[in-house]
């Protein structure tokens, strides 16, 4: 399996290799104390198959960036009806794809999409209203992106199968460490850090306290740095 991470900044990420091009939460507006800013313009955006969002919060979507990138990757958008309100009549019907599925469900309802070589899975999971995870399918590679999912307690792992790659924040209380250890992904990407925070996790400062027992080769891209898993 080859898969190209490159964090966007914040909680986003660009994943790609043979069977596409994904951007999630990629396109935002910083907001201080809230993670890192965006490390890419719309305008920059490369050949993409979708561009997910994961809620309409601004640190997570900024509209006319995110318009922008769908121009000039050729994506189609897909979110929650809250997020793709965002853009009605801004872009043609065909490529916004709302993913939008029961609220406070346990475990989380979901809806699913495809476009081109990518399959992705919705999980209404909870933060403020009308918040996607998203597990993103492509080529060989699996790929689960928590975004600001407040309960990770409340998924059942096994219904995730086996997760080449988890991006997750481990909100205190959230159940972050139960859920990692029994998901056991073979790569896990810290998201939704502060520049200080990422700073603080590659010296090996951040997760302590947060997560115990803190489990090894948990990694945080500042944006614009790239892994290939
Ligand atoms: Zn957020």
Known sequence: MALKITSTGNAGVFLENAGGGVYIDSFFHK???????PAFRGSQARKADLILISHAHPDHVDPAET???????GAALAGPAAAMRLFKGRLPDGRLIE???PERQRPPSTAS????????TSFRTYHAS?????????????????????????????????IDLLILCPWAGSGAE???????????LLCHL???????????????GLVDPVPPGVLALAGGQSLEI
């Open 178 to 188: 139960r859920f990692v250890r029994a998901l056991a992904p073979a790569h896990w």
């Open 194 to 208: 502060t520049d200080e925070e990422i700073l603080a996790h590659q010296a090996g400062k951040f997760l302590p």
């Open 67 to 73: 318009i922008a990138a769908a121009q000039a990757s």
């Open 99 to 101: 993913l939008e599925s």
């Open 113 to 120: 999409a495809r476009m081109g070589g990518v399959s992705v």
């Open 31 to 37: 907001i201080a104390g809230s993670g890192s800013g």
């Open 130 to 162: 009308g918040h996607n995870s998203y597990l993103v399918e492509m080529g060989d590679a699996r790929v689960y992106h928590d975004a600001d999912n407040e309960h990770a307690s409340r998924l059942n792992p096994a219904a995730l199968g086996q």
